[in-house]
């Protein structure tokens, strides 16, 4: 027997079917897929791959129809308490204030008042947001609402981030900023990231590996592994020739799928 | 812009004076000369009238029967209509099995129940605030059970990563979720619970506004039947607004 390296996140022959009254479609059929400790994965695939039905049963929210998926070597069964997800919509409570959606994972875990009040004004000032702290997230921009719920996730300081397609929603430029930050921030923390999106600069920029899927079923179809240097320019990394080249390869292998598919 | 609010508003409640001003005064002027005062009484015979009622004492004798029917049946209506919703979103089969038969004493027109009330508790308090708890429920449960069901559902996974207890779900997610949907159903059945209390007291009473109307119709008396409705109306208008302070404290957020 070999011993294998432990594993954050170890996903093995994952099947999962929705079954609805009149079909059964099959959303992943044998994904395999892990993600080391302090690794940084993307996965980015066509939409409706089931790329956060992935993230679903990562964080225990699904339960998978066929295969299991480990955290720490201990098979995932309901939720862990050890992931912190970040949704492509935030996810934010509207009726509380930015202050109080941030305290959020803090007053679950129990923290004293003042030690809440002290961790969310590092983190908010850690994001840039400390002038916001009485603001409701309807008056914020999305670029703001998205540093909201990162610190969120960092107050919660999970073990494995799960991320689904966070940045989707915000415009090219903020984009880049978010993310720019989030992996400044990210480079200090050092946690596991699973991270989902469609967009493959994103992707490599951030990254220690890069999984591509195909769609349904949603399939492992390659791996590329990213050897960028680390900590490394959100931004100016794309000009890098590795990245071009890796941009190229990845993009090739997602176009055949679509061939494939006639779509 | 604050300046541009103020006209803004000051626009409306100009436009809405003027408006209230023109009808009472059409009413004033028509009653007598183009119509019969006997059927369409007067705003000024009204007014008269309320003065009146307030030196014999009678206003408050009556209208506090009514208010107080109406705001117990009101308070007692939403808090077991909400709390059915809210039992029977989470409750799975059970609700589909329940739903149908909820949905077929909705249809029924509650003003019907009246008597059955009546012969069950007597011409008491009882009854009274038993018919309006029935107009006021279904509203109450439909919106529970609706808010519940229209809950973000990103907001409970991201509740659930975080190993939220129950305790926690409800008030930092559920409940919070829900008051929009419970402050428009108590708006709703402020109008509700007034209609409840008054055909309680037209079908069998001896005080309160629908007696009133129905004692003074009995003398031919259009004008007292005008100032029980016109006593009605305030009693919704001031009961509204009071709702509209709390959505205003409530959902201060949007």
Aim: with cysteine; charged share 20%; aromatic share 10%.
């Amino acid at each position: 027997m070999m011993m294998k390296r432990q594993e954050k996140l170890q996903i093995d022959q994952l099947t999962v079917r929705y079954t609805t009254r009149e079909t059964s479609t099959t959303a992943l059929e044998g994904v395999d897929l892990h993600v080391g400790e302090g690794e940084f994965v993307s996965v980015v695939g066509p939409s409706g791959c089931g790329k956060s039905t992935l993230l679903k049963v990562a964080s225990g929210l699904l339960k998978p129809a066929a295969g299991e998926a480990r955290l720490d070597g201990r098979v995932i069964n309901g939720v862990t308490g050890e992931v912190g997800m970040v949704f492509q919509n935030d996810a934010l409570l509207p009726w509380k204030t930015v202050f109080d959606n941030v305290r959020l994972p803090l007053a679950v875990k129990g923290l004293s008042r003042s030690d809440q009040a002290t961790e969310v004004r590092r983190l908010l000032a850690m994001v840039g947001l400390s002038e916001f702290e009485d603001f409701y997230p309807k008056q914020l921009s999305g670029g703001m609402k998205k540093r909201v719920a990162l610190a969120r996730t960092f107050a919660y300081d999970p073990d494995l981030y799960l991320m689904d397609e966070p940045f989707g929603p915000l415009d090219a430029q903020t984009r880049v900023k978010i993310g720019e930050e989030f992996l400044k921030i990210w480079e200090k923390v050092g946690k596991s990231v699973l991270f989902i999106t469609h967009d493959i600069e994103e992707a490599i920029a951030l990254s220690d590996r890069v999984v591509v899927m195909s769609s349904r079923p949603g399939r492992i179809k390659a791996e590329f592994e990213v050897n960028l240097e680390r900590p490394r320019p959100f931004y100016e990394i794309r000009f890098d020739s590795r990245f071009k080249e890796l941009q190229r390869q990845i993009w090739n292998c997602m176009a055949e799928d679509e061939q494939k598919g006639g779509v | 812009m604050a300046e541009a609010n103020r006209y803004r508003s000051l626009q409306v409640w100009g436009g809405r004076i003027v408006l209230g001003a023109v009808i009472l005064g059409l009413w004033e002027l028509t009653s007598g000369t183009l119509f019969n005062s006997f059927w369409i009484s007067k705003p000024s015979l009204i007014i008269e009238r309320i003065f009146e009622m307030v030196e014999r004492g009678t206003l408050w004798f009556h209208v506090s029967a009514t208010l107080q029917v109406a705001v117990v049946g009101l308070v007692i209506g939403m808090i077991a209509g909400t709390l059915i919703g809210i039992g029977l979103a989470y409750s799975g089969i059970f609700e589909r099995w329940v739903y149908p038969y909820i949905m077929a004493l909705y249809s029924l027109p509650r003003v019907s129940l009246a008597p059955l009330f009546i012969v069950w508790f007597g011409i008491g308090m009882t009854s009274k605030v038993l018919m309006v708890v029935a107009m006021v429920i279904f509203v109450a449960f439909y919106n529970a059970f609706e808010g519940i069901r229209n809950i973000d559902r990103d907001l409970l996974d991201m509740m659930k990563t975080y190993k939220a207890s129950r305790l926690q779900k409800l008030s930092w997610v559920i409940f919070p979720s829900i008051t929009v949907w419970v402050l428009t159903s108590l708006r709703l059945n402020i109008g509700m619970a007034l209609i409840g209390a008054v055909i309680a007291e037209l079908v069998g009473a001896s005080r309160g506004l629908g007696y009133y109307i129905t004692y003074s119709s009995g003398m031919l008396d259009t004008t007292g039947i005008f100032t029980g409705l016109f006593l009605i109306m305030m009693i919704a208008v001031i009961m509204e607004q009071v709702v509209v302070q709390l959505e205003r404290r409530l959902l201060k957020y949007r």
